[in-house]
């Protein structure tokens, strides 16, 4: 088992959160992890990622090396298209459809949900509005997270347990929300 | 065992607090500043009464740690790598007298400039103060170096430099625990004048420290850091430094048997080890996280160098500048390249910029206002997030060197007849290094307007505490500041139109004012809001 994994957002996102949950749940299966991620100046509502690898055996590299990921969680459309060239030829794209735009020359939301389109395996997720449903927007990144969970090797049950310990702390009604908002992520990438 | 999964960071402050070290001196600055929190906030340290709060700047914190080891405790200092310049005078001088309880120095260097203004790679501190340095190449080599670095440091009582990169610090992995050591007894070094620096004393002090040098090589040859694997008699060889060893091993693994590998993360350089991978190898592949350092050792000053080729930083093999990565490592060893598709144009750069509600928003409003129609408008800015100003859309900062220039770069303009001299400086760094060139500018009455864009906090590295929070005022008027001529003011919208008048009046004074532009944090007051809510309100210190 291994498993490639880029997250891209915007400082401030929270794409870490995606990633703590997966690190729970890699590790309850005995995975080594590894996780890069950024701190500092680029935080500040710059564009930032986190390089996540997930392995029955040794990681060597903190990196993922290029057209190497088997997939790319992005919780931010533009963003997913930048981390392109980390991405395996038969590598998946999961993103929110929702924009973030806090640069004046943010491209024209059209032209870029037609690029998307054009990426031969991708999972384009409504998550603000799902995770809405679900009982609160802040847990858009755990729709996020379900959406993503199909392709990461790793259980359902896994991320559910995982999702109970990450949030024990906030207690029942909160873990109920996070796991509804992975179970509508979930539903978006059934089937594909 | 279970594991616990660790920033590199974090394993080097777990490392430390299983390393029984009685207290923790530190500046924040990223890559390094993880470190520090987690031992802040670990119930385990509090528990065990390690000392851990910020430092002024780097100086003072590895002055603290050296007293502190010199009544006989384990002490950590950590620091990014420019921090190091700023306790070089500490640092180098510590080397010669040595040390009693064990000091680990900490330096993350960060190679690419992630969140710096430089890339220098701190093993060459290291090597210039002749000390052994540890690098090591993945997180659980990094907390298990924090117990053997100790014990080296007590054993050779010399100052052991721990240096990381922003990769190794600010990425996570299982990390195993030792078990955890006491803190050692309170005593004296034998010698009273260890730590004096006499010039008679240094001399022999400075002796004994170049004759241990060669002792520090044996540590490093038999040193379990340094491995030497001859798979291939005659083939390619590869030194590979630190982090440099994963990434040759992300690369190679499969193929390692076509390999002899030297594997490098203690200092300095195990010369039987490299004398025997080069007399094994017909070329030999240099990997450094940094600086050509131990490239340019081993090539010579004559390029004739030995019998071996060398590839590395220096002939093009490996990239000259920035961080070594799966890829370029790839490259340089000649493995398959891949062909990367350019990004798509509508993708367009997203760089950092101040945060919504930021104050040093407010404060470059009302300074670009107050400059508005000025002729070579040039405004020296310091380093922290207010550096960002210098970017659209408020363009209002022009310079920025190193902490504390504004004020000393904004004096020395102003002394050659620039007007006006406008300084923006943070809190956090006025206090680190701008209170020294204040009292230059007050000395000489230099024409200078200095703002202290005070927002109560070192934001830049994720809000730890600043040390002069509510002091500002009065360090000022102690420095010689005139009271009239120190003006504070709230940054904020609504008092847009007085804040700029006040601004106008201090930049037309003839000699030193200082406009205190306070206004907390955006982001550490959102904590702090959550914190008031779950828990008692939290005692302020009142500003002026």
């Known amino acids: 088992m291994k498993k490639d994994i880029i997250l891209a957002g915007v400082g401030g996102q929270g794409i870490l959160s995606i990633a703590a949950v997966i690190d729970s749940a890699a590790l309850s299966l005995n995975y080594n992890v590894k996780q890069a991620e950024v701190h500092g100046m680029s935080q500040r509502g710059g564009a930032v990622q986190s390089h996540l690898r997930i392995s029955s055996s040794e990681i060597f590299s903190d990196l993922i090396g290029f057209k190497q990921a088997d997939l790319i969680i992005s919780v931010e459309p533009m963003e997913s298209l930048r981390y392109l060239p980390f991405l395996a030829e038969d590598g998946w794209v999961i993103t929110s459809k929702d924009c973030f735009k806090n640069v004046p020359n943010y491209p024209d939301e059209a032209e870029l949900f037609a690029q998307i389109d054009t990426l031969p395996k991708k999972v384009v997720v409504d998550a603000e509005a799902l995770a809405r449903e679900a009982g609160s927007a802040k847990a858009s990144n755990i729709v996020m997270l379900g959406a993503a969970a199909p392709f990461l090797g790793i259980s359902v049950e896994a991320f559910k347990a995982a999702i109970e310990t990450i949030f024990a702390t906030k207690g029942q009604k909160i873990i109920d929300m996070n796991i509804r908002a992975f179970e509508a992520g979930l539903a978006c990438s059934v089937g594909k | 065992m279970e594991k616990m999964l660790l920033l590199g960071a974090e394993a080097i ?10 207290g923790i001196y ?7 500043t993880e470190i520090t929190t987690y031992v802040q906030e670990s119930k385990e340290a509090k528990e065990k009464g390690i000392r851990s709060s910020w430092s002024t700047n780097e100086k003072t914190a590895y002055e603290a740690a050296l007293g502190m080891s010199l009544v006989g405790k384990r002490t950590m200092i950590c620091m990014k790598h420019v921090g190091l310049n700023v306790a070089a005078d500490a640092f180098v001088n510590s080397a010669v007298t040595g040390v009693h309880g064990g000091v680990i120095l900490v330096v993350a260097d960060d190679p690419s400039m992630h969140s710096s203004q430089n890339e220098q790679d701190s093993r060459f501190f290291g090597k210039f103060a002749l000390i052994p340095v540890i690098e090591p190449s993945n997180q659980q080599e990094l907390y298990d170096s924090v117990r053997f670095g100790f014990d080296l440091s007590e054993k050779y ?44 004393l240094a001399r022999k002090k400075y002796h004994n420290l170049l004759e241990t040098q060669l002792l520090l090589e044996e540590e490093s040859d038999n040193s379990i850091l340094n491995s030497l694997e001859i798979n291939n008699e005659g083939g390619q060889g590869v030194i590979a430094f630190g982090i440099g060893y994963n990434y040759l091993m992300e690369n ?38 940094g600086y050509p350092i131990y490239e340019e050792l081993l090539r010579g000053y004559l390029s004739v160098g030995g019998a071996t080729p060398i590839d590395g930083r220096l002939n093009g093999v490996v990239v000259r500048e920035g961080e070594l990565d799966p890829d370029n490592v790839a490259k340089a060893l000649g493995l398959n390249s891949k062909n990367i598709n350019p990004l798509h144009e509508l993708i367009v750069n997203r760089p950092p910029q101040l945060c919504q509600g930021c104050s040093h928003r407010d404060m470059y409003d009302e300074l670009n206002e107050a400059l508005a129609g000025v002729a070579n408008k040039h405004v020296f800015t310091d380093i922290g997030c207010y550096t960002l100003g210098a970017l659209p859309p408020y363009n209002g900062a022009n310079s920025c060197v190193d902490m504390g220039a504004s004020i000393t770069m904004a004096k020395g303009a102003a002394d050659a007849g620039f007007h006006p001299a406008v300084a923006v400086i943070g809190d956090s760094t006025f206090t680190h290094s701008g209170i020294t060139g204040l009292l230059d500018a007050v000395n000489d009455k230099s024409k200078v307007t200095i703002i202290i864009s005070d927002n109560s906090t070192t934001a830049m590295t994720g809000g730890q505490d600043s040390a002069g929070t509510g002091k500002l005022f009065d360090i000022c008027l102690g420095v010689g500041v005139e009271k009239e001529h120190i003006r504070t003011f709230e940054p904020l919208g609504k008092y847009h139109a007085e804040n700029v008048a006040i601004l106008k009046e201090e930049i037309a004074y003839d000699g030193v004012s200082v406009i205190i532009a306070t206004r907390e944090c955006i982001q550490t007051q959102l904590r702090r809001k959550k914190t008031e809510k779950k828990d008692e309100p939290l005692v302020r210190n009142c500003n002026h």
Do not use: W
């Not at chain 2, 402050?13 to 009685?22: H, Y």
């Not at chain 2, 530190?26 to 390094?32: I, L, V």
């Open chain 2, 13 to 22: 402050a777990q490392g430390a607090i299983d390393s029984g070290i009685s």
């Open chain 2, 26 to 32: 530190a500046y924040p600055g990223t890559p390094s």
């Open chain 2, 157 to 200: 009582r010399l100052p052991v430099m721990l240096r990381v990169t922003t990769r190794l610090s600010h990425s996570r992995s299982g990390i195993v625990r030792n078990y955890s050591v006491v803190q050692n007894e309170f005593s004296l070094p034998k010698d009273p004048f260890q730590f004096m620096l006499l010039p008679a």
């Open chain 2, 252 to 289: 190679i693994s499969a193929e390692k048997s076509n390999y002899n590998i030297l594997k490098v993360s203690q200092y300095p350089l195990p010369r039987k080890k490299v004398e025997k991978l080069f007399k094994s190898s017909s070329r030999v592949l240099i990997l450094e996280e």
